[in-house]
């Protein structure tokens, strides 16, 4: 339904979702069935991690749920599967096979973002590209801030997944 209307740039990212603090991972037990070990830019953490895929507009286009330990790139030709367009993705996403894997010619090219220490030149409208990574950053930032994403009141896996749904759904119809 919404996929006519996104725009062509389209921004996959994932960010962790922890379900409870650090200290109290080794007692927590309610979601320890679908729960790992992760870790992010912030540390260590005990949870899930959400993958999405937004365009320019942040419309969420797809997105998926996997243990913390799970490979962004193994989720990202899982989850951009049917969708068409320019993908630009941050540095976690570098991979030659990944990107010969999803490449194709007049329907989906992918750029990911090089790490800071790859010497690579760029032309100036890759660099406003990247730059527009932030986006999907602030689409995460909306989701924990202000629709109640991240929380640990919740007694059952289906009050977690529950949480996780209706935060969605106030995310994009907002």
């Keep these: 339904?919404?996929?006519?209307?996104?725009?062509?740039?389209?921004?996959?990212?994932?960010?962790?979702?922890p379900v409870c603090l650090v200290k109290n991972a080794k007692r927590?037990?309610?979601?320890?069935?679908?729960?790992?070990?992760?870790h992010s830019g912030k540390g260590w953490f005990y949870g899930l991690k959400l993958h999405a895929?937004?365009?320019?507009?942040?419309?969420?286009?797809?997105?998926?749920?996997?243990?913390?330990?799970?490979?962004?790139r193994e989720q990202f030709l899982i989850l951009n599967e049917d969708l068409r367009g320019l993908f630009?993705?941050?540095?976690?996403?570098?991979?030659?096979?990944?990107?010969?894997?999803f490449n194709r010619e007049g329907e989906r090219i992918f750029f990911a973002k090089p790490?800071?220490?790859?010497?690579?030149?760029?032309?100036?409208?890759?660099?406003h590209l990247?730059?527009?990574?932030?986006?999907?950053?602030?689409?995460?930032?909306?989701?924990?801030?202000?629709?109640?994403?991240l929380t640990s009141l919740p007694r059952s896996i289906d009050g977690y997944l529950g949480n996780y749904v209706w935060s969605l759904l106030a995310h994009v119809l907002t």
């Excluded at 339904?1 to 979702?17: E, P, Q, Y």
């Excluded at 927590?28 to 992760?38: F, N």
């Excluded at 507009?57 to 998926?64: P, R, V, Y």
């Excluded at 790490?115 to 660099?127: G, R």
């Design 1 to 17: 339904m919404f996929l006519s209307v996104s725009t062509i740039v389209k921004h996959t990212d994932a960010t962790d979702i």
């Design 28 to 38: 927590h037990k309610t979601m320890s069935p679908c729960s790992t070990w992760g």
């Design 53 to 72: 895929t937004a365009d320019l507009n942040g419309l969420l286009l797809a997105i998926t749920f996997t243990p913390a330990s799970g490979s962004e």
């Design 88 to 101: 630009v993705a941050d540095a976690g996403y570098v991979s030659q096979k990944l990107s010969d894997a």
């Design 115 to 127: 790490y800071k220490t790859m010497k690579k030149l760029i032309t100036a409208w890759q660099y």
């Design 130 to 149: 990247y730059n527009t990574r932030v986006r999907i950053e602030n689409t995460f930032r909306s989701l924990k801030m202000f629709h109640g994403f």
